[in-house]
């Protein structure tokens, strides 16, 4: 008997597992990668506003507002579209919140607070969505 040249269905089933293994790892690597990309995005995002935000609160008094924790230590807050309104941030400006373009919420402001220094973070998390705190300063996303 002759044999033919080629390929059995067995190796070429045995080349096709390996490739999806290949496949599989390299696609969850791209995807955390991805993800991770995207969080420390939003967090550099969030960095620029505070630091502009802290310039404000410095050196203005319109348009801030106190708060008063549950502790009761008062924090100064700035509403970050005020920010926006009054031409310190850009109207297109990345929203920490969903990565996004613009559509800052109503909602989102940056506080200054003694109790918020000993909370900065140096990862990208935004602390399962309550904010970003920075040396003094937290950037509340809701």
């Known amino acids: 008997?002759?044999?033919?040249?080629?390929?059995?269905?067995?190796?070429?089933?045995?080349?096709?597992?390996?490739?999806?293994?290949?496949?599989?790892?390299?696609?969850?690597?791209?995807?955390?990668?991805?993800?991770?990309?995207?969080?420390?995005a939003k967090y550099i995002a969030a960095k620029e506003i505070v630091d502009i935000?802290?310039?404000?609160?410095?050196?203005?008094?319109?348009?801030?507002?106190?708060?008063?924790e549950t502790d009761g230590i008062d924090k100064e807050c700035v509403k970050v579209k005020d920010l926006i309104d009054k031409d310190y941030l850009e109207k297109d400006v990345t929203n920490p919140k969903t990565g996004e373009n613009g559509n800052i919420d109503d909602n989102q402001a940056i506080c200054k607070s003694d109790s918020f220094s000993s909370k900065s973070q140096d990862e990208y998390s935004n602390n399962n969505g309550e904010g970003y705190y920075f040396d003094g300063y937290m950037y509340r996303l809701n």
């Open 1 to 40: 008997m002759e044999r033919k040249n080629g390929f059995t269905l067995i190796e070429l089933l045995a080349v096709i597992v390996v490739l999806s293994i290949i496949l599989v790892i390299a696609t969850s690597s791209v995807i955390k990668n991805i993800n991770d990309s995207r969080a420390k």
């Open 53 to 68: 935000a802290s310039a404000y609160i410095e050196t203005e008094t319109d348009g801030i507002y106190i708060e008063t």
